[in-house]
């Protein structure tokens, strides 16, 4: 289905603040200046972006430590998040979380965790809790082909289905879980299929489309919202960054740099603006308005960062639950 074309720049604006904003992160990271560990998403931004534009902002959202894109495409405040990459009291976990750890109740987001697999129990009890209250919110948990791999997984979305929970549950499969190699650890290699197994429905999409990424999570998303239970939208990705930091990870010899190549020529943002432009949708001076409006923001969010506190060292033990 062809989406309106209003949508479209939307999704289009929407991946490129996130790789914009991420690249900017590459260029500062080495300045030790963030002192957390940075989990990037370039490459996977199509898929924060096709979710994120049908949640309203309360519906609720959960993610693992490779968020940003996810906090950001629900209507995230980027002064926020760039304020907690730096530990500054204006951060969106007030400078204790750091990039693994964001949180914006105002969005829906009710954290992401450095827990591999941590946010899909919380995001199916989030479902729970709004189905209880009679409310009519979705609740969708952004997880990794790692996190399918833990148990975890398994009962949280038999429980879900069994009680037809209103969760989207969207695993992200890059094909790696740090070093190891999809191929390495899974006998089946269709994570979607997994939903079968409780009766549920699995689908499986090219997590480099946007549209098509819109199309399955909008199906999922409608779905859920009228009670029918979870739906797993497996979406076929790669990240172009190591694991962890702005560097790549050749030489832990996981993946070769041809691999990276392919996928780079698959780029989610330069297709979809070579589509938008042959259709008319949009042209040179367009696009060169969007990006600009996008650097300057990013340029005022590390601004806003750099000129925040840094918390007291009395704050230390505040905000804590023990
Ligand atoms: C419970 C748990 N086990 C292991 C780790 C170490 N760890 C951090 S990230 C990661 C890989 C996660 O892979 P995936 O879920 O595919 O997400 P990706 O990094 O590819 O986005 C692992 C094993 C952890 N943080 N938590
Ligand atoms: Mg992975």
């Not at 990039?99 to 109740?105: A, L, R, V, Y």
């Not at 987001?109 to 409310?135: D, N, Q, Y």
């Not at 969207?170 to 899974?186: D, G, K, L, M, V």
């Not at 960054?241 to 832990?252: C, I, R, S, Y």
């Amino acid at each position: 289905m062809e989406l309106d074309t209003t949508v479209q720049i939307e999704l289009y604006k929407s991946m490129l603040r996130v790789r914009l904003l991420e690249e900017k992160v590459v260029e500062l990271y080495p300045d030790q200046e963030m002192k957390c560990p940075v989990h990037l998403c370039i490459g996977q931004e199509a898929i924060a972006a096709g979710v994120c534009a049908h949640l309203k902002s309360d519906d609720y959202l959960f993610s693992n430590h490779r968020g940003h894109g996810h906090y950001l495409a629900k209507g995230g405040d980027m002064r926020a998040l760039v304020a907690e990459f730096y530990g500054r009291t204006t951060g969106c976990s007030r400078g204790k979380g750091g990039s693994m750890h964001i949180i914006d109740t105002d969005v829906g987001l009710l954290g992401t965790s450095a827990i591999v697999g941590g946010g899909i129990p919380m995001g199916v009890g989030a479902a729970l809790a709004a189905t209880l209250r009679g409310e009519d919110q979705v609740s969708v948990v952004f997880f990794g082909d790692g996190a399918f791999d833990e148990g975890v997984f398994y009962e949280s979305y038999n429980f879900a289905t069994l009680k037809k929970l209103p969760v989207i549950f969207i695993c992200e499969n890059n094909f790696y879980a740090t070093n190891s190699p999809q191929r390495a650890r899974h006998a089946g290699s269709r994570i979607a299929d997994a939903a079968l197994v409780f009766g549920s429905t699995g689908i499986c999409v090219d997590g480099n489309d946007v549209e098509a990424v819109h199309n399955a999570a909008g199906t999922a998303v409608e779905h859920a919202r009228a009670g029918k239970g979870p739906m797993l939208v497996e979406a076929l990705t790669y990240r172009w960054k190591g694991h962890v930091g702005p560097g790549t990870d050749f030489e832990a010899g996981c993946r070769s740099e041809a691999e990276l190549r392919e996928w780079i020529d698959r780029c989610p943002i330069k297709s979809f603006r070579t589509k938008l432009i042959e259709n008319g949708i949009l042209n040179t001076e367009t696009n060169n308005r969007i990006a600009e409006a996008i650097t300057d923001e990013i340029e005022e969010a590390f601004q806003f960062a750099m000129d925040s506190p840094l918390p007291e060292p009395s704050d230390l033990l505040t905000d804590l639950f023990s």
